[in-house]
């Protein structure tokens, strides 16, 4: 690989969502990280051999930290890889990927670590971080080896889509990861409370004739997870909450002391429940996507500082699972690409600042992971964006760089486009222009 250059980025408007800071100034790379922040108008002093990147116009931030992604391998290829998903990734200005356990085999053992550590070394442009499997198997009975995981490069764990639906279990979890300072994260949705559901209960669905998922499938195993949290001490992540009750349940949480964090999916954000519309699969997704109100919520929630996170749920599915009758496609949808636009969406209705938003897209989650990126700080590594914050777009499914297609942003007109993406000082995806 070739050596990085020292590059100066000068005239952008600086965005640190670890501080707040929000103004025109320049920075440094050197060596893979930030070697210095000139805030204010001062271009850094730069010696010979040093890329100069005029940024006017553009956002420079921190590159974002997707905590919630299914990347493919190994078992199903044919969905997503890790290059094809870390090309994703990059164009939609996402640094660093957490990628689901529940791959085939799951992520239950050190070898599998492994394997997709050499595997994102040789095919992923962007850093890609294991969430190991909760249970063996991910069959809800028996936890995993937690020490051995996290020594061979896990960062957190959980069972992808799968709720681990035992209490018994998952307070031995809890117990057993306070003594590693582990961070537990499960899909708080009751598959018994789900049941034949397939959307957002309520009389939209009713209209369509469809079974719908209570949001008590949600509360319920949410509310069991904060007591155990409470009585162990554990570190818990919901890894997606999608209703008011949700909130009230975290915030709680929060204000008792708990070490109770939770994310919230870009689709739940920004898509209703109308977005089914004349049953389009490309919007079943899990959670289920809200009604208005609940999804007005969770905004303010986001900016309030009650939810921490905001991650894609990258899902990708082929043509064969989706193009099925609602009832009975496959959840799951495209997201990593179209995270951060579909997420200015909220800034330009001005229900959350800008650097609030990427607070919750860079640095609480890197912070979550105990990882050092997420900020504009000398030393920092150098995964940034340069982000050209007011282009509008219209998103086309067939541009898109994941295998699969199933967006639910197809056809939707979004603004901001990543112009480059920085991974340890060196550039990964610059946007082709012409």
């Known amino acids: 690989m070739a050596e990085l250059q020292d590059i100066a980025i000068v005239n952008a408007r600086l ?3 670890a501080t707040g800071r929000d103004e025109r100034g320049s920075l440094l790379l050197r060596g893979g990280t930030i070697a210095s922040v000139g805030w204010g108008e001062a271009a850094p002093a730069t010696g010979e051999g040093v890329r100069r990147i005029d940024a006017s ?11 919630r992604a299914f990347l493919g391998e190994p078992g199903a290829e044919f969905r997503e890889t890790l290059g094809s998903g870390s090309q994703a990734a990059a164009a939609g200005g996402v640094t660093t990927i957490v990628c689901r356990p529940d791959t085939d085999p799951p992520i239950d053992d050190p070898a599998i670590i492994d394997f997709i550590k050499r595997r994102a070394r040789d095919k992923a442009i962007v850093n890609v971080l ?15 080896e937690f020490g051995l995981l996290l020594e061979a490069g896990a960062v957190a764990f959980g069972d992808g889509a799968k709720a681990l639906r035992n209490p018994q279990i998952m307070r031995r979890a809890l117990i057993y990861a306070r003594d590693f300072d582990a961070l537990i994260m499960n899909h708080v949705e009751d598959p018994d409370l789900r049941g034949s559901g397939v959307m957002n209960e309520g009389e939209f669905a009713s209209r369509k004739g469809l079974p719908g998922i209570p949001r008590e499938a949600e509360t319920v195993m949410l509310e069991r997870d904060i007591r155990l949290a409470r009585a162990t001490g554990g570190r818990y992540h919901a890894a997606m909450i999608s209703c008011s009750d949700s909130v009230e349940l975290v915030r709680r949480a929060k204000a008792e002391g708990l070490r109770v964090t939770c994310g919230a999916s870009i689709n739940n954000l920004t898509l209703n429940e109308n977005d089914v519309g004349d049953y389009r699969t490309f919007c ?9 109100q609940e999804r007005l919520a969770l905004v303010a929630a986001l900016a309030e500082g009650v939810i921490d996170v905001v991650v ?31 997420s200015l969406r909220m800034v330009q209705a001005g229900q959350i600042a800008l650097p609030d938003l990427l607070a919750a897209l860079s640095t609480r989650p890197a912070k979550l992971l105990g990882l050092g990126c997420g900020r504009l700080a000398p030393g920092a590594p150098a995964d940034l964006m340069l982000l050209d914050l007011d282009a509008p777009y219209v998103v086309d499914k067939r541009k898109l760089k994941s295998r699969a297609k199933n967006s639910p942003f197809d056809e939707a007109r979004l603004e901001g486009i990543v112009q480059t993406t920085f991974v340890g000082g060196r550039a990964v995806y610059e946007m082709r222009t012409g």
């Open 130 to 144: 294991p969430c190991a499997a909760l249970t063996k198997g991910l069959h809800g009975k028996e936890i995993t």
């Open 284 to 292: 079943k997704v899990s959670p289920p996507l809200r009604d208005e």
């Open 312 to 342: 894609s749920d990258h899902d990708p599915q082929d043509v064969e699972t989706k193009r099925q009758p609602f009832a009975e496609a496959a959840d799951g949808a495209l997201g990593i690409e179209t995270l951060l636009s579909a």
């Open 57 to 67: 116009g553009l956002v420079v931030a921190p590159g974002l930290v997707d905590l």
């Open 15 to 17: 965005v640190d969502p």
